[in-house]
């Protein structure tokens, strides 16, 4: 199990668990949708995530919530580029772009982003999306999903929930190989709430462990998502937070790396008590 992630040259130790700050460029998002479409909104909110101890941020322009409209590729630059180029000229950390679309891959890796967080795994953008991942040695997250936003819902039926997702990923593995992607760069996501029921996300997360055989550090986007809202009665996504927190937790505890999430702050907390519960954050204790 490799436990450092190779991002543009550098790398990032995963020796302990790690925050992907969400930062949604859209007007639609089913949580942050809207909040900051103005690119110095979206710049003073990266930067108080920076400050809440967010490892990497995660800028998105295409809502993946099901039946949202699709966006052109114009579009999508148009809300990113500004937001990227200010976080690039002022902030060391790593920058992850959510899209499917090799085209926005390429602008952003070349305006100087370091990951390409995508959620259809390479089966959006094919063997383009995965060629140009690998000509930036860019990081690459492969996160399991079936058809699209329009149509992801109604592809909920798997014979063996957990082993569907696994040999899933693996075609996108094998994908992503091929064109040349290091196998360091690669960090792989069951894809919570995607062609899957609350009933199936939630036995992802209870098996989120057996994700450990693909041999890839493993990324969780539980925040917020409406399996917690049907689990917990929470209707408003601001009110998911303290089941967040238990996703979080749980995850951490079974060995995810890295966790996508709205609450920076609130999770930072999750995830140095885990941590330092294993025996392995006694580096955390000292620094109060
Ligand atoms: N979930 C969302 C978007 N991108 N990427 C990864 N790797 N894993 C996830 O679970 C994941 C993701 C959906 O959440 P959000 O970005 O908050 O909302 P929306 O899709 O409505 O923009």
């Not at 949604?24 to 949708?33: A, H, Q, V």
């Not at 969780?220 to 009110?239: H, Q």
């Amino acid at each position: 199990m490799m436990n450092r992630w190779k991002i543009r040259g550098r790398e990032l130790a995963l020796d302990h668990p790690r925050l992907m700050a969400i930062l949604n460029l859209t007007p639609d998002s089913f949580s942050d949708g809207g909040r900051w479409l103005r690119p110095e909104d979206a710049i003073q909110a990266a930067r108080r995530f920076v400050a809440e101890g967010a490892d990497i941020l995660d800028l998105g322009a295409e809502s993946t919530r099901p039946g949202a409209p699709a966006v052109t590729e114009t579009e999508e630059l148009q809300r990113l580029l500004p937001v990227l180029e200010t976080l690039r000229s002022e902030c060391t950390l790593p920058i992850s772009i959510d899209t499917t679309k090799p085209g926005v891959a390429q602008r952003c890796l070349e305006a100087g982003a370091d990951i390409i967080n995508d959620v259809s795994g390479l089966q959006t953008g094919g063997d383009e999306m995965a060629r140009v991942v690998a000509h930036y040695g860019a990081g690459l997250v492969l996160m399991h999903r079936r058809g699209d936003a329009a149509t992801m819902q109604s592809l909920t039926q798997y014979s063996d929930l957990v082993a569907d997702v696994k040999k899933e990923l693996k075609i996108s593995i094998e994908q992503a190989l091929a064109a040349g992607v290091e196998p360091a760069a690669i960090v792989v996501d069951p894809g919570l709430g995607f062609a899957k029921t609350a009933e199936q996300s939630l036995e992802l997360l209870r098996r989120v462990e057996e994700f450990r055989a693909l041999g890839y550090p493993m990324l969780v986007g539980p925040s917020r998502k409406s399996f917690i809202g049907k689990i917990t009665g929470r209707e408003a996504p601001e009110a998911r937070v303290w089941g967040t927190a238990a996703a979080v937790a749980w995850a951490a505890f079974h060995h995810a790396a890295v966790f996508r999430v709205h609450d920076v702050a609130a999770m930072r907390d999750v995830l140095i008590m885990i941590h330092s519960l294993q025996g392995e954050g006694k580096e955390h204790v000292r620094a109060f």
